[in-house]
């Protein structure tokens, strides 16, 4: 079989890391990258290969079978939906947007055209995943805590709500995101901000945000988000179940049981490129081990933006299964 032909569609550092890991496939060739900065794309097209486009329609006229989106949350859409109407494989880093309208557009595109996609929530492939679920599957999950403890990363458009999303959306979704894996679905959420932006110019994000979070199974769990450090102190979720304590990071898995205290370690290194590699590998028919396809990362996105609206509104915000969130507001309901 001939080469996967893989265009990438953004140029900065979440790109460059999957360019890094493509070009050490095999069975992939880097054709083009396109940015709105024409010396990043062609940064990169020279050190992994490929050439730079000067748009997406000339990335797209390369005949590509696949193409990645790696844009920041606010640049979502127009990418996706050039991407969609060309019939071309796509994945899409998180989050796959900046608002649930957009993301819930290039989900309705995506079904329609019956679409293979996958989208970069690679905590999805952490070695130690398996084993938690294993341990969960007889004990119900009483209480979920979860934390994205860092700093505010070096780009100018993070600090800000309508080009981020703020760390609720852009960082903590990959805590989100297992805490759906591993405890069900959130039905409601309570969220408070400080009001406070980070010492960063141009900042009106929330430095801090907490979150109280009910299940459809009636367990209960919160949500701790920072940036206010000046490193990435801690990121990852527990989870207590009946006699069951967990500890989940990239790092690897803490269990605490009857049988005492035990550490199960993981190469989030390893999780980076396995996401990937399962997106080739389905591009190519081989196997089937896209864990978030679009639709499914959809539904992680709805949770992280009911997070953010809730401390922006300081409502109560009710999630209800496959449709948008509706906000409580003094006791009545009002569509969202």
């Given amino acids: 079989m001939r080469k996967c032909r893989v265009g990438l569609v953004g140029a900065g550092g979440v790109a460059q890391r999957h360019a890094r890991v493509l070009a050490g496939f095999d069975d992939v060739e880097l054709v083009g990258v396109t940015d709105v900065a024409p010396e990043a794309a062609s940064a990169l097209a020279e050190q992994h290969g490929g050439r730079a486009c000067a748009d997406v329609a000339e990335l797209l006229a390369a005949e590509l079978d696949a193409v990645y989106v790696c844009v920041p ?173 967990l500890a989940i990071t990239e790092d690897g898995l803490s269990i605490r049981d009857a049988d005492g205290e035990r550490h199960v370690p993981a190469d989030p290194e390893a999780a980076r490129v396995a996401v990937d590699r399962a997106f080739v590998d389905a591009v190519r028919g081989i196997g089937d081990d896209v864990r978030v396809p679009y639709a499914e990362a959809l539904a992680t996105q709805r949770l992280a933006l009911a997070l953010a609206d809730s401390a922006r509104t300081g409502a109560t915000v009710r999630l209800a299964t496959a449709t948008a969130p509706t906000v409580l507001a003094n006791g009545v309901t009002v569509d969202a």
């Fill in 73 to 245: 949350p606010f640049a979502h859409g127009p990418a996706e939906e050039a991407v969609i109407e060309a019939g071309v494989p796509m994945f899409v880093e998180k989050p796959v947007a900046v608002d649930l309208s957009t993301a819930e557009r290039i989900a309705e595109l995506v079904a329609r055209r019956g679409l293979r996609t996958a989208v970069g929530h690679h905590w999805r492939y952490l070695s130690v995943l398996d084993q938690a679920r294993d341990l969960l599957a007889d004990r119900p999950v009483r209480m979920v805590s979860g934390a994205w403890l860092d700093k505010v990363p070096p780009v100018a458009w993070w600090s800000r709500r309508d080009r981020s999303g703020g760390p609720v959306v852009e960082q903590a979704a990959h805590v989100l995101d297992l805490i759906r894996v591993l405890a069900g679905e959130v039905t409601e959420v309570t969220a408070y901000g400080n009001g406070t932006p980070p010492p960063v110019d141009g900042a009106d994000i929330d430095s801090v945000t907490t979150a109280a979070l009910r299940f459809a199974d009636g367990a209960v769990g919160t949500l701790s988000a920072a940036c206010v450090l000046g490193w990435k102190h801690r990121a990852g979720l527990e989870i207590l179940a009946d006699g069951l304590a």
